[in-house]
Protein backbone atom coordinates (compact mmCIF):
# COMPACT_ATOMS: atom_id res chain seq x y z
CA UNK A 1 0.00 0.00 0.00
CA UNK A 2 3.12 2.29 0.14
CA UNK A 3 5.20 2.84 -2.77
CA UNK A 4 8.37 4.18 -2.36
CA UNK A 5 9.82 5.71 -6.32
CA UNK A 6 13.27 6.91 -5.93
CA UNK A 7 14.66 9.31 -8.57
CA UNK A 8 17.86 11.55 -9.31
CA UNK A 9 20.42 8.59 -10.34
CA UNK A 10 22.54 9.09 -13.21
CA UNK A 11 26.09 9.05 -14.39
CA UNK A 12 28.59 11.13 -13.24
CA UNK A 13 32.59 11.87 -12.87
CA UNK A 14 34.26 11.21 -9.73
CA UNK A 15 34.00 14.36 -7.53
CA UNK A 16 31.31 15.01 -9.00
CA UNK A 17 27.31 15.65 -6.72
CA UNK A 18 23.90 13.91 -7.36
CA UNK A 19 20.58 14.44 -4.96
CA UNK A 20 18.70 11.29 -4.72
CA UNK A 21 15.42 11.81 -3.80
CA UNK A 22 12.51 9.44 -2.71
CA UNK A 23 8.88 10.05 -2.85
CA UNK A 24 6.74 7.66 -0.71
CA UNK A 25 2.64 7.56 -1.41
CA UNK A 26 -0.12 5.28 -0.61
CA UNK A 27 -1.53 4.72 2.43
CA UNK A 28 0.20 7.06 4.60
CA UNK A 29 -0.80 8.54 7.62
CA UNK A 30 2.92 8.57 9.32
CA UNK A 31 6.43 8.08 7.81
CA UNK A 32 8.76 7.39 10.51
CA UNK A 33 12.62 6.37 9.63
CA UNK A 34 13.27 6.94 5.86
CA UNK A 35 17.00 6.15 5.16
CA UNK A 36 19.26 5.20 1.84
CA UNK A 37 20.81 1.59 1.07
CA UNK A 38 23.11 0.49 -2.05
CA UNK A 39 23.98 -2.09 -3.60
CA UNK A 40 26.95 -2.66 -5.70
CA UNK A 41 26.99 -5.42 -8.01
CA UNK A 42 28.10 -9.02 -5.76
CA UNK A 43 27.72 -7.11 -3.13
CA UNK A 44 25.14 -7.13 -0.39
CA UNK A 45 22.70 -4.02 0.35
CA UNK A 46 24.18 -1.52 2.90
CA UNK A 47 23.04 1.34 4.84
CA UNK A 48 23.90 4.40 3.56
CA UNK A 49 22.12 6.75 5.56
CA UNK A 50 18.49 6.79 7.64
CA UNK A 51 17.01 9.64 9.04
CA UNK A 52 14.24 9.99 11.62
CA UNK A 53 11.31 12.00 11.33
CA UNK A 54 12.36 14.55 14.64
CA UNK A 55 15.40 14.65 11.70
CA UNK A 56 17.95 12.38 13.55
CA UNK A 57 20.59 11.17 11.35
CA UNK A 58 22.73 8.11 10.90
CA UNK A 59 25.78 7.51 8.50
CA UNK A 60 27.50 4.85 7.32
CA UNK A 61 31.04 5.65 7.77
CA UNK A 62 31.43 6.00 4.17
CA UNK A 63 29.10 8.62 3.36
CA UNK A 64 29.95 10.30 6.34
CA UNK A 65 31.30 14.15 5.41
CA UNK A 66 30.21 13.76 2.07
CA UNK A 67 26.41 12.68 1.63
CA UNK A 68 23.75 14.14 3.68
CA UNK A 69 20.38 12.95 3.93
CA UNK A 70 17.21 15.19 4.55
CA UNK A 71 13.82 15.19 4.40
CA UNK A 72 10.25 17.01 4.30
CA UNK A 73 7.34 15.56 5.83
CA UNK A 74 4.93 17.45 4.37
CA UNK A 75 5.72 15.87 0.95
CA UNK A 76 6.79 12.14 2.57
CA UNK A 77 10.38 12.58 0.55
CA UNK A 78 13.76 12.39 1.47
CA UNK A 79 16.62 13.30 0.15
CA UNK A 80 20.23 12.08 -0.06
CA UNK A 81 22.52 14.96 -1.35
CA UNK A 82 25.93 13.15 -2.49
CA UNK A 83 28.98 15.08 -3.15
CA UNK A 84 32.80 14.55 -4.03
CA UNK A 85 31.49 10.99 -5.12
CA UNK A 86 33.64 8.07 -5.87
CA UNK A 87 34.07 4.94 -7.69
CA UNK A 88 33.15 3.00 -5.19
CA UNK A 89 29.93 4.70 -4.91
CA UNK A 90 28.77 3.45 -7.65
CA UNK A 91 25.53 1.04 -6.83
CA UNK A 92 21.74 1.20 -7.09
CA UNK A 93 20.27 3.39 -4.54
CA UNK A 94 16.89 2.45 -2.48
CA UNK A 95 14.87 4.61 -0.09
CA UNK A 96 13.60 2.56 2.48
CA UNK A 97 11.07 3.76 5.07
CA UNK A 98 8.34 2.76 7.87
CA UNK A 99 5.55 3.90 9.13
CA UNK A 100 4.68 5.57 12.89
CA UNK A 101 3.18 1.92 13.55
CA UNK A 102 4.42 -0.63 16.00
CA UNK A 103 3.66 -3.31 13.53
CA UNK A 104 4.76 -1.40 10.36
CA UNK A 105 7.00 -3.50 8.08
CA UNK A 106 9.78 -1.95 6.32
CA UNK A 107 8.64 -0.49 2.99
CA UNK A 108 11.54 -0.32 -0.10
CA UNK A 109 11.73 1.73 -3.23
CA UNK A 110 12.59 -0.19 -6.82
CA UNK A 111 15.92 1.40 -6.31
CA UNK A 112 17.82 4.24 -8.88
CA UNK A 113 21.24 3.57 -10.39
CA UNK A 114 24.64 5.54 -9.35
CA UNK A 115 27.69 5.35 -11.33
CA UNK A 116 30.53 7.24 -11.05
CA UNK A 117 33.39 7.42 -13.12
CA UNK A 118 36.98 7.56 -12.72
Known amino acids: QVQLVESGGGLVQAGGSLRLSCAAS????????MGWYRQAPGKQRELVATISRGGSTNYADSAKGRFTISRDNAKNTVYLQMNSLKPEDTAVYYCNANLSSRWSPWFWGQGTQVTVSS
Open 26 to 33: GSIVSINT
